[in-house]
C-alpha cells in the first residue's frame, strides 16, 4: 500500500511543481512554507505581507506525528523555500521526496546551529527516556527561535535580494523582541518556589534548559505511563514540592489528573503550536511564576 501511495504521490508533485511555475507567472505572490504555526509568526515578522505563508501542518496535529496528504504536497510544490523545523521525523523523509521531485524548491532547517538537548539529561531528571533521543521543540526557547529566525532571514534575503534592506530591518526589531521576552522571563522566574513542573509530553526542554527548570514528562517514551511510572513521578513531585502541571491542547488529561489529585497541584492547558508563540510562552511563565505574584 505505501508503494502504492508513493507511486500515485509522485506525478502529484510533478504536476505541484508545474502549477507553481504558473503561479510565479501571474503575478501573484510567491509561496513560503513552514512546518507549524510558530514559524508563520516567526517568518511573518520578518517579510511581513511580501510572500503567501503556508502552514503544512494543521491546528490540532502533532507535527511528531504527522504524515502529509498528497494535496498537502501540491500545496508544499507551489512553494519557493520550505522551511523546515529540523528533528521532526516526518520532515527528513518528505523534503527528500519533495525535494528529488521540484528542483526549483530550496529546503531550510531553520534549527540549523542550535546546540541539541538531550530528552535524558539534567533537565529532566529523574526521567527514564532513551538516552541520545533529543528535544524537536526548538521554538519553546526565545534563545533558539532568534537561531531560527536568523536561518530564515538569510534564506529569504537569497531569494530575493531587492528587498534585503527590508527583511534585514525586521529581523533586527524582531531579535530586539527576542531579546526583551528572554530578560522579562528571566526575571519572572528569578524567584519562584520550585524549579521544577511536570509536563505530559516532553515539549520544553529548551525553556527548560534556558531558565535553570527541570522538566517531567508523564509521557514515557512516547506511551502512556505505567501505574508505577505515575507512582514514581508522585514521589518526586512530593520530594522537589512541584505545584504546576502542565497537559498540551488535544492530549488526554486522565493521567495528569491523578497525579494532581495526589500531590494538591494544579493542571494548566498549553498550547506551543499556537500562533501567538510569544504571548503563549509568556502566559506559560504567569503559570510558574503565580506564586512569585500573589
Not at 158 to 170: F, G, L
Not at 197 to 222: C, R, T
Request: hydrophobic fraction near 40%; charge should be negative; aromatic fraction near 10%.
Amino acid at each position: 500500500m505505501r508503494k502504492y501511495y508513493l507511486f500515485i504521490l509522485f506525478p502529484i508533485l510533478l504536476l505541484a511543481c508545474q502549477m507553481g511555475n504558473k503561479k510565479e507567472t501571474s503575478g501573484q505572490k510567491a509561496v513560503l512554507t513552514v512546518t507549524i504555526e510558530p514559524q508563520r509568526y516567526f517568518l511573518e515578522q520578518i517579510v511581513g505581507d511580501a510572500f503567501k505563508i503556508n502552514t503544512l501542518v494543521p491546528p490540532g496535529t502533532s507535527p511528531e506525528t504527522y504524515e502529509p496528504a498528497p494535496s498537502v504536497m501540491v500545496e508544499m510544490g507551489n512553494s519557493l523555500i520550505y522551511f523546515m523545523v529540523g528533528d521532526l521525523g516526518f520532515e527528513k523523509a518528505w523534503s527528500k521526496r519533495l525535494a528529488a521531485n521540484n528542483p526549483n524548491i530550496t529546503l531550510v532547517e531553520c534549527a540549523t546551529g542550535i546546540e541539541r538537548v538531550e530528552l535524558g539529561n539534567h533537565v529532566e531528571h529523574g526521567h527514564d527516556h532513551i538516552h541520545g533521543d533529543t528535544d524537536p521543540h526548538f521554538w519553546s526557547s526565545p534563545r533558539a527561535v532568534k537561531i531560527m529566525t536568523a536561518n530564515m532571514l538569510e534564506a529569504v534575503v537569497k531569494a530575493d535580494p531587492a528587498n534585503e534592506e527590508i527583511y534585514r530591518t525586521n529581523f533586527d526589531r524582531f531579535a530586539r523582541q527576542l531579546d526583551e521576552t528572554d530578560s522579562l522571563i528571566q526575571d519572572k522566574l528569578a524567584h519562584v518556589t520550585s524549579r521544577g513542573f511536570i509536563i505530559y509530553h516532553p515539549a520544553l526542554a529548551y525553556f527548560a534548559k534556558d531558565y535553570n527548570l527541570y522538566q517531567h514528562s508523564v509521557e514515557f517514551q512516547g506511551k502512556n505511563p505505567s501505574p508505577s511510572q505515575i507512582k514514581a513521578l508522585v514521589d518526586l513531585a512530593r520530594r522537589e514540592q512541584i505545584n504546576t502541571l502542565f497537559i498540551q491542547k488535544g492530549f488526554d488529561a486522565k493521567n495528569m489528573e491523578v497525579i494532581a489529585r495526589e500531590i494538591g497541584a494544579e493542571v494548566f492547558e498549553i498550547d506551543p503550536l499556537n500562533y501567538e508563540w510569544d504571548k503563549e510562552l509568556l502566559r506559560l511563565v504567569d503559570i510558574l511564576a503565580r506564586d512569585v505574584d500573589e
